[in-house]
């Protein structure tokens, strides 16, 4: 590797400390090393400290100038971020190494068509999910929902979530969505809350376009993508969420397995640890 880019979380001294020793690490390596400057097409690989909203902060840019991620957890939860601060050094010189496994991790794109003029926004992407929801408690909402041009259903509920597999364990799993495999192509679509509990999650297929229409009366409905607020739509509108062009590059911890991850993010029963498989079984597998 020639140049690697650090991005800290935002108003941290604390962990821009030590995207200043990282800096210092690398280059006593030979290797050129930016902290917390604009993403260039020409980076080898770009470290992320902090929690997941910060590897979601940069995600987009990531993915469309193909920067693979290493995430080093010093917040809380760290789906995204598997690398936890004891284990940093370590993982960085696996990586130096080469030995290490790049997964690629679909994104979103998502964008409002007016219904009063056709007009389409510019497209806004989602690393984990597009939620359509409600501002108030008092009444549920009505959305159409298609996947490409066939009907799929009405959905009486408090909102509707449309998810990665990456970001199947966060919102769409609080939902009651399936967790899917975070490597899988698919699109999850979740309804939040629903009136009817027939109405169950759907996994699509990875080039489906998926179009919602909230009905009247709506009330302040909004668009959050990835936590942040994006829109708020009315009954003249139509959101269009289909899979974006380009992944994510996300290069995988060396020291866990991703069902290491998810035993120990959501306290799954049995090991923490990784548990082999017997060598009579591996000789056919």
């Not at 880019?5 to 930016?34: H, M, N």
């Not at 690393?127 to 490409?148: G, Q, Y």
């Not at 990456?166 to 399936?178: K, R």
């Not at 708020?232 to 959101?239: A, E, G, H, R, V």
Request: contains cysteine; aromatic residues 6%; proline residues 6%.
């Amino acid at each position: 590797m020639k140049a690697v880019g650090i991005v800290t979380r935002l108003d941290s001294p604390d962990v821009e400390k030590i995207g200043k020793q990282l800096v210092t690490w690398f280059k006593d390596r030979g290797i050129d090393a930016s902290l917390n400057q604009p993403l260039t097409p020409g980076l080898d690989m770009l470290v992320v400290l902090g929690g997941d909203g910060t590897l979601l902060h940069v995600a987009k840019q990531a993915s469309n100038s193909d920067i693979p991620i290493l995430g080093v957890n010093l917040g809380n939860l760290g789906f995204l971020t598997e690398v936890s601060a004891d284990e940093m050094y370590y993982s960085l010189e696996t990586v130096l190494a080469g030995d290490y496994r790049v997964e690629e991790r679909i994104m979103l794109a998502a964008a409002v068509i007016h219904g009063k003029d056709g007009a389409k926004s510019a497209p806004v992407y989602a690393l984990n999910e597009v939620v359509i929801v409600k501002d108030s408690t008092e009444h549920m909402v009505r959305l159409r929902c298609w996947a490409d041009k066939e009907y799929i259903a009405t959905y009486r509920a408090d909102g509707l979530i449309l998810s990665t597999p990456t970001g199947s364990t966060a919102y769409n799993l609080s939902a009651g969505g399936p967790i899917a495999h975070a490597e899988l192509d698919t699109i999850l679509v979740t309804p939040i809350c629903p009136f009817m509990l027939e109405s169950r999650p759907v996994l699509l297929a990875p080039q489906t376009k998926i179009t919602s229409q909230l009905l009247a009366p709506a009330g302040d409905v909004k668009v959050i993508i990835d936590g942040s607020l994006q829109w708020k739509i009315t009954d003249d509108d139509y959101l269009l969420v289909q899979k974006a062009s380009k992944p994510l590059l996300l290069i995988s911890s060396p020291l866990k397995s991703y069902f290491t991850i998810l035993r120990n993010k959501l306290n799954w029963g049995g090991s923490s640890i990784d548990l082999p498989l017997p060598e009579l079984v591996c000789r056919h597998c």
